[in-house]
Nanobody
Framework: QVQLVESGGDLVQPGGSLRLSCAASGSRFRFYVMGWYRQVPGKQRELVADMYGGGSTNSADSVKGRFTVSRDNAKNTVYLQMNNLKPEDTAVYYC?????????WGQGTQVTVSS
């Protein structure tokens, strides 16, 4: 079992930046694909960006060039640096951990982009 605890969500103005953090429990962190999804009411949860243990990443086209996922295996933590935020980035952001068909989710953190 993996416990995920997110932090860093906030209200920010358009063009601003935020960094989300997700701390994971367990000793096998470096083997997990770690990433971030987001969801708005009435829509499916969508992948924002993720990173495999070896360092390869995936990200949604809508965030390329603005968001960066990274991880610190020594701290069991994954980050999402979000720059040039737009109102359409407003959502609940969820941390995800996956390995061998097992998926774990954090409780979510709200990001609101508004002037």
């Amino acid at each position: 079992q993996v416990q995920l605890v997110e932090s860093g969500g906030d209200l920010v103005q358009p063009g601003g930046s935020l960094r989300l953090s997700c701390a994971a429990s367990g000793s096998r962190f470096r083997f997990y694909v770690m990433g971030w999804y987001r969801q708005v009411p009435g829509k499916q949860r969508e992948l924002v960006a993720d990173m495999y243990g070896g360092g390869s990443t995936n990200s949604a086209d809508s965030v390329k060039g603005r968001f960066t996922v990274s991880r610190d295996n020594a701290k069991n933590t994954v980050y999402l640096q979000m720059n040039n935020l737009k109102p359409e980035d407003t959502a609940v952001y969820y941390c995800h951990a996956g390995l061998c068909g097992h998926d774990y989710w954090g409780q979510g953190t709200q990001v609101t982009v508004s002037s």
